[in-house]
């Protein structure tokens, strides 16, 4: 007898005929199996002989009217399972959806603000939506849209780059920030040269705040070294309002006013754009409500302040 070649096994391994055996399994019967899954008692039982007969082997045991699954049978099951976990979760990746059946956006972002204003705006408005917020560096977020595991995001000083579909939402400069009862929180203007005397808290490696940090010491001609260097906006944050030392962020990185002050750099003029962007070639309309949310908030953070303590 010519033994079956690879690709004839494989083709005859198909997910419909595992789908079917797991329902058989199940069950216990033909008829009950094509019921689950909507196709007729002929077709499951077809799908059945076709395996047994493509491999040699025997999938079932009738007992006492109930077709009960061979060991070898359990095997498959198991994987059968697995398989159709796996078609689940690509379901609701292709959907949007998370486990419950919610649409869902993913949403990526670099700093707090203005980007969880627009989502508060966009489920005040599709309170059925489910939204998920990665946050992290300027790189780190970039990367996660380019590998599609966010889908859209929020991003100062973003690059030109023709693969981004972009809409502005503010723009803003970087400005110091310290503690509440910190001497040089009662003036509100400071020159770097005053600032590289003070303990400083600078972010690490990636964070737009801090290429423009770095970017206007070199201009001045001053190379201070931190006394922290933190990987998150939250920490500089909290270290700044313990009085560890002065920080930096977007001047709308964050509504919160009460535990530290801003203050204006004189050495920092210039402000960049903050954009909501995302793959040109993505289009769901998820996607397209989040950006129609972007484009009602207030960028100066006044009415936006009211969304977020509402």
Not at 196 to 208: D, E, N, T, V
Not at 275 to 297: C, G, P
């Amino acid at each position: 007898m010519m033994k079956a070649s690879v690709g004839s096994l494989a083709s005859a391994l198909s997910l419909s005929r595992l789908r079917s055996v797991t329902a058989v399994a199940e069950e216990g019967s033909f008829s009950a199996a094509a019921r689950r899954l909507g196709v007729s008692h002929s077709a499951v039982a077809q799908q059945i002989r076709d395996l047994e007969t493509a491999f040699g082997v025997r999938l079932f045991d009738k007992l006492n009217g109930t077709l009960c699954a061979t060991p070898l049978c359990e095997q498959l099951c198991d994987i059968g399972a697995r398989m159709r976990e796996a078609e689940h979760d690509a379901l609701r990746i292709l959907e949007r959806r998370g486990p419950t059946g919610r649409r869902r956006l993913r949403v990526g972002l670099g700093n707090s603000m203005p980007g969880i204003a627009i989502v508060h705006q966009l489920l005040r408005q599709h309170p059925s939506l489910t939204v998920s917020v990665e946050s992290g560096s300027h790189q780190d977020i970039l990367a996660a849209l380019l590998r599609r595991e966010v889908d859209v995001a929020v991003l100062p000083d973003l690059p030109n780059d023709r693969r981004f579909r972009t809409a502005r939402v503010l723009s803003q400069e970087v400005v110091g920030i310290v503690s509440a009862d910190s001497p040089t929180g009662l003036r509100d203007e400071v020159s770097l040269e005053e600032l590289a005397r003070l303990p400083l808290i600078f972010r690490s490696q990636g964070s737009s705040t801090q290429k423009v940090v770095d970017r206007a010491f070199r201009a001045t001609g001053l190379s201070p070294e931190p006394q922290l260097i933190a990987d998150t906006r939250d920490a500089v944050y909290e270290a700044v309002a313990l009085g560890i030392g002065v920080g930096f962020m977007w001047r709308f990185g964050t509504y919160r006013t009460d535990t530290v002050r801003r203050l204006l750099i004189r050495d920092i003029r210039s402000t960049v754009d903050e954009v909501v962007f995302a793959l040109k070639d993505e289009r769901n309309e998820l996607i397209e409500l989040f950006f129609n949310a972007a484009s009602q908030i207030d960028p100066t953070g006044a009415a936006g302040a009211e969304i977020i303590r509402e």
